[in-house]
C-alpha cells in the first residue's frame, strides 16, 4: 500500500475514531509499526494529528474525544496523577472536583475521607461519592450535557457565584505555551474559571496526552495555576516554561 493512501486511512479512521493506535494500524494495513511510526510523524507535520504515547489523535481545537475514548487512554498515567492530587486533599476541605476521567479516579479515592465538602458539575462523581457518610456532596444547577453527563451554562453559573472553596482540581482538555489551559465546551470552561477564581489554589490535573493541545476555548491562563500534576512523558520543554511561570510542576513516573 502507498504511503499517500496509508494517510488517507489513517485520517478516515481518526475521523471516526478520535484516536488511532500504532498495534492496530500495523495489523490493518499490513504494515510494520515502524512504518506506522514514520506515517504518524509525516502527519504530524502537517498539523492534522498529535502524536501520543502508542498511538495518535485528531489535532483540532473543536474536537473533543468521546468520554468512552478518554475513559480507556493513559489509564495507568491517570490513576498516579489521581493518587498523588488526593494527598493534597486535608480533613476539613472544601474542594471543587471538575468534570474528567482523572478527576472521576480522585473521587473514587476519597471515597472515605472525612469532613469533606466536594462541589461538582459532574454526575458520576456526585455519584461516586453519594454514600460516603464523611463527605457533603453539592452539585451546581445548569443544563445536562448528556454524553458527558455533566452540567453547566447560567444556571450553573448561578448557583456557585457565593460559593468559596479551599482548592480546586480541574480537568484539562490541552495545554500549551499559546492557549494556557484550554477546554472544549463555553459553558464548562466558564464554570472551571469561576471554580479556579473562588478557590485558594488550584491544582490541574493533566496527562502527557494534553501537552502541547491547544483546545478551542480557555479556561485558565498559565499563572492562574498553582500546580500541575502530569506524568514523566509530558514534554520537559513545556514544563520547564510552567515553572518559570511560578507554576509547581509535579511529574510523576509510571
Known amino acids: 500500500m502507498l504511503q499517500e493512501e496509508r494517510h488517507k486511512q489513517i485520517l478516515e ?65 491517570k490513576e498516579i496523577i489521581a493518587k498523588k492530587a488526593v494527598e493534597f486533599v486535608d480533613e476539613g476541605d472544601a474542594i471543587f472536583l471538575d468534570i474528567g476521567t482523572t478527576t472521576l479516579m480522585m473521587a473514587k479515592k476519597l471515597k472515605k475521607r472525612n469532613k469533606l465538602t466536594v462541589i461538582t458539575n459532574f454526575l458520576l462523581i456526585a455519584l461516586e461519592l453519594a454514600n460516603s457518610p464523611g463527605i457533603k456532596v453539592i452539585m451546581s444547577g445548569g443544563e445536562l450535557r448528556g454524553e458527558e453527563l455533566s452540567l453547566s451554562g447560567p444556571i450553573s453559573n448561578k448557583s456557585v457565584e457565593n460559593i468559596f472553596l479551599d482548592k480546586s482540581f480541574i480537568g484539562v482538555g490541552g495545554l500549551s505555551i499559546e492557549g494556557g489551559f484550554t477546554d472544549y465546551h463555553l459553558d464548562e470552561s466558564e464554570f472551571r474559571r469561576m ?60
Not at 21 to 37: D, P, W
Not at 38 to 43: G, K, N, S, Y
Not at 47 to 63: Q, R
Not at 208 to 231: Q, R
Open 13 to 77: 479512521e481518526l475521523e471516526n475514531n478520535n484516536i488511532v493506535r500504532i498495534a492496530q494500524l500495523s495489523k490493518n494495513l499490513g504494515v510494520t509499526r515502524q512504518t506506522i511510526r514514520r506515517d504518524l510523524a509525516e502527519l504530524e507535520k502537517t498539523g492534522l494529528i498529535k502524536k501520543v504515547h502508542g498511538g495518535a489523535v485528531l489535532n483540532k481545537t473543536n474536537v473533543e474525544p468521546s468520554y468512552s475514548i478518554r475513559n480507556n487512554t493513559n489509564i495507568q498515567e
Open 195 to 254: 471554580m479556579i477564581k473562588h478557590s485558594k489554589k488550584s491544582y490541574a490535573l493533566a496527562d502527557h496526552s494534553k501537552m502541547n493541545v491547544t483546545a478551542i476555548f480557555k479556561s485558565a491562563d498559565i499563572h492562574e495555576i498553582d500546580v500541575l500534576i502530569t506524568d514523566e512523558k509530558s514534554p520537559e520543554s513545556l514544563l520547564k516554561h510552567l515553572a518559570e511561570k511560578g507554576i509547581e510542576v509535579i511529574k510523576l513516573k509510571t
